[in-house]
């Protein structure tokens, strides 16, 4: 039934800005606040109260804007867009229009097996103010309000319908995600709602160019559950249009627990809102020379940092995808690389020890013990033979604990490298005699056991034996 139409996707997605107080008062934006304490007159919308813009919102949306390859308008205009819910005091939000902050970018998200790129087209990114929050599942039959996210700075990026699947809506989401991460502009968080994405999908015949009537999913809080309502709906619209029927134009919302997409309204369209200019805000006026600068200032990117790491530390690029999950990650990684003198080295380790210690302790890169430069001089320890490799995960273990410099805890702990043969040989000695089948099979030949047997002098050892030696020892006992 799918087969013989196309998925025509177009995103709507909504960025709360990181900035310390909201958009037009000086409430805190901070996320997680005991319920309706970061409000006042402004964000309540108490007679008489008189919005103020948030400079820094100004800078970090323009940011946003250049990041993704906009034209940023020298004037943009503020607009009351009037429509009411329990979570939005004023019965409108003040947002902008026909004269938005920027328009005309683009988005790179992959590339076809040919290796052309994969581009979506981005319409337009405005700014705008957030709705309060109504609560529907804490109270039994009610809705509680919490008016801390009313006025919270945020930017709306939409995008052109250029999306053919929910695979590439995916991408295009994560890609995105990413980049803002980069820019610095917002934590991106779905969990905690500065990221929120509205998904217009529609279905057509294929071959054919008009797009046909749309439908919009909300209510949708991961990527994976933003594909799956794409293709559900999708269905639901191939079904509909095969049986001859029509399409609704109206808003559905996503049901995660049912895995199910279902009707709330019928969609509005902008003469709804009836927007008109706000007339407590002034025209947004940005200087040409100021939007310059913001484009000269725009930090090192996923894609250029990307193929940088690919060509600076010959990563493949499976790894500096990998790497360039997040700036903290990549920064990490980098700092590491250039401590150590050891590429591969640190990949190995940061994508290994200290993904492991992340994900056990719940620590963040800027709050890890060990430092990048810390587990850069411990790498060149193991690469100048002072420590073992063994040695050297036990002294990272002691470097998460204790924060101390590698060379300090090597000493402390007696974990510096054996290389006296005759200690060697005496460990040698003590291990085939406490394994004497082993032993006697190793002497007889078998010698996919020798790694076995320098596992237990290395364990016998604390870590201390050099194993490159104690392999050459062992090969000379068989001769």
Known sequence: MTEAYEMVVGLEVHVQLKTASKAFCACSADFGAPPNTNTCPVCLALPGALPVLNKHAVELAARAAVGLGCKVSPVSVFARKNYFYPDLPKGYQISQFDQPLATEGSLTIGHTEAGKPISVRITRVHMEEDAGKSIHDRYQNSTAIDLNRAGVPLIEIVSEPDMRSAAEAGAYLRTLKRTLQFLGVSDVSMEEGSLRVDANVSARPRGETKLGTKTEVKNMNSF??????????????????????KIEQQTLLWD??????????????????????????????????WI?????????????????FTKDYSVTAQEADQLTATPELSEYFENVARAAGDPRAAYNWVMGEVQSALNETGVTYATLPVRPEGLGELISLIKQGIVSNTAGKTIFAKMLETGKPPAQIAADEGLVQVNDDAQLEGWVDEVLSENPDEAKRFLSGERKLQGVLVGLVMKKSKGRADPKRVNQLLTSRAG
């Open 292 to 308: 310059a600068k913001t484009k000269h200032d725009l930090p090192e990117l996923p894609d250029a940092r990307h193929a940088r």
């Open 256 to 289: 995660g627990a049912k895995g199910a997409v279902r009707p709330s309204r019928t969609k509005e369209g902008s003469q709804d809102y009836r927007y008109f200019p706000e007339p407590d805000l002034r025209p947004l006026v940005l200087e040409k020379d």
């Open 224 to 245: 994976s559950a933003v594909e799956r309502a794409l293709d559900l709906e999708f269905e639901r619209q191939c079904e509909v249009l095969s049986k001859g029927g």
